[in-house]
């Protein structure tokens, strides 16, 4: 069974924490001093369980007149099972329930078909480099009728 939720507790971050090493610099070669970048504590932190297991995290940034999307990350073990979605239709959902928008992110391009169908949408045709992967940036506006 696939559980969502809200980062309530620093056990719950540091299973966080362990999810986006192993994705991201052990996975994909993301040096640490990237990866950790001194953001979590002003960031919004959603974990998914799998069984009562830990197998998936995100966060929301909350910038100047937006929210940013970041560190979706899910084991590679449970890749392939929807579990991403599931994590960013949470996430829009909680948005929408706080009035959080727009919702910005920089995605990673091979992924970008995800977040297409989830409704964001390229803010420019500019792909660029983000610790030696390549990149996007998206945007989802307010849902309509949705007033922020």
Same mark, same amino acid.
């Given at each position: 069974?696939?559980?969502?939720s809200?980062?309530?507790?620093? *056990?719950?971050?540091?299973?966080c924490?362990?999810?986006?090493?192993?994705?991201?610099?052990?996975?994909?070669?993301?040096?640490?001093?990237?990866?950790?970048?001194?953001?979590?504590?002003?960031?919004?932190?959603?974990?998914?369980?799998?069984?009562?297991?830990?197998?998936?995290?995100?966060?929301? @940034?909350?910038?100047n007149?937006?929210?940013?999307?970041?560190?979706?990350?899910?084991?590679?073990?449970?890749?392939?099972?929807?579990?991403?979605?599931?994590l960013?239709?949470y996430?829009?959902?909680?948005?929408i329930?706080?009035?959080?928008?727009?919702?910005?992110?920089?995605?990673?391009?091979?992924?970008?078909?995800?977040?297409?169908?989830?409704?964001?949408?390229?803010?420019?045709?500019?792909? @660029?480099?983000?610790?030696?992967?390549?990149?996007v940036?998206?945007?989802?506006? *307010?849902?309509?009728?949705?007033?922020?």
């Amino acid at each position: 069974m696939v559980s969502i939720s809200v980062v309530k507790d620093a *056990a719950q971050m540091a299973r966080c924490l362990f999810i986006r090493h192993h994705v991201f610099v052990i996975g994909q070669g993301v040096p640490i001093n990237r990866e950790v970048d001194g953001l979590d504590d002003l960031c919004r932190h959603y974990i998914v369980l799998v069984d009562g297991v830990p197998v998936g995290t995100a966060r929301y @940034f909350f910038a100047n007149g937006y929210i940013k999307l970041q560190r979706v990350a899910v084991l590679e073990e449970y890749r392939g099972q929807g579990i991403s979605k599931k994590l960013l239709e949470y996430m829009i959902q909680d948005a929408i329930a706080h009035q959080w928008f727009p919702i910005r992110l920089d995605s990673q391009v091979y992924i970008e078909g995800l977040y297409q169908k989830l409704g964001f949408v390229r803010r420019s045709n500019a792909v @660029f480099m983000d610790a030696g992967l390549p990149h996007v940036t998206m945007e989802m506006s *307010a849902p309509p009728g949705l007033k922020v």
